[in-house]
């Protein structure tokens, strides 16, 4: 398996368009998560899906920021508009139940 | 408040050298606690899972200890690697994962 897909891997826009970013789990697993990581806050847990329901999108920063996963094997995270604060790196990670959480190799937004 | 604090915030050793990384968590109901490594600008990856009747558990060098008394978890390294340089994360879980704020390890050669 070629474990957890992301893309893009770098990421540069400018304030106010839009940015989606993908994410493709490890086949067979049906929990899927995604995070934020910066200098400052860490890693934060943004929303995760299970059996492609969303079960916990509390820690979604604002109405700008949805995630979808239309069906088992492809989610997205779309930022509508950007803002330079929502610079950071975007990480994807999947799981089988609540076992390890596989992660992926992350994408790094800049918004300018 | 459901908290995991990690310390020390950063630390540097020479390579060769044994080090502990500390854990202090206030989750709770606890179901098990996680150590990830994360190399710098990857994901990070998992090194442990430990549930509450567990006390020990090793991955090569790398040795996690657990105390469910106490709420304190470790992680040791042996005979330290150049490769080993990275950030360590405490993540406690009860229904859904409590992530630390880790421990940046530099080995120097």
């Known amino acids: 398996d070629a474990g957890v897909i992301q893309s893009p891997r770098h990421e540069v826009t400018e304030m106010g368009q839009e940015v989606t970013l993908r994410c493709k789990p490890i086949s067979g697993h049906n929990s899927l998560f995604w995070y934020r990581q910066t200098m400052m806050r860490g890693l934060e847990l943004l929303i995760y899906f299970n059996n492609n329901v969303p079960i916990d999108d509390s820690g979604m920063p604002e109405d700008r920021f949805s995630a979808k996963m239309p069906n088992a094997s492809f989610s997205t995270l779309k930022i509508q508009p950007s803002e330079p604060r929502d610079s950071a790196v975007y990480f994807c990670?999947?799981?089988?139940?609540?076992?390890?959480?596989?992660f992926g190799p992350g994408t790094r937004l800049t918004v300018l | 408040k459901n908290q995991v604090e990690q310390s020390p915030q950063s630390l540097i050793i020479l390579e060769g050298k044994n080090c502990t990384l500390q854990c202090n968590y206030t989750v709770s109901p606890f179901s098990n606690l996680r150590w990830y490594k994360q190399d710098t600008g990857r994901g990070p990856v998992s090194l442990t899972i430990m549930t509450f009747s567990e006390n020990t558990k090793s991955n090569g060098r790398y040795t996690a200890t657990l105390d469910a008394d106490t709420k304190q978890s470790s992680l040791h390294i042996t005979a330290s690697q150049l490769s080993d340089s990275a950030s360590y994360i405490c993540?406690?879980?009860?229904?859904?994962?409590?992530w630390g704020a880790g421990t940046k390890l530099i080995i120097k050669p």
């Open positions: 990670a999947s799981s089988l139940a609540r076992r390890e959480q596989f």
């Open positions: 993540v406690s879980f009860n229904y859904q994962l409590i």
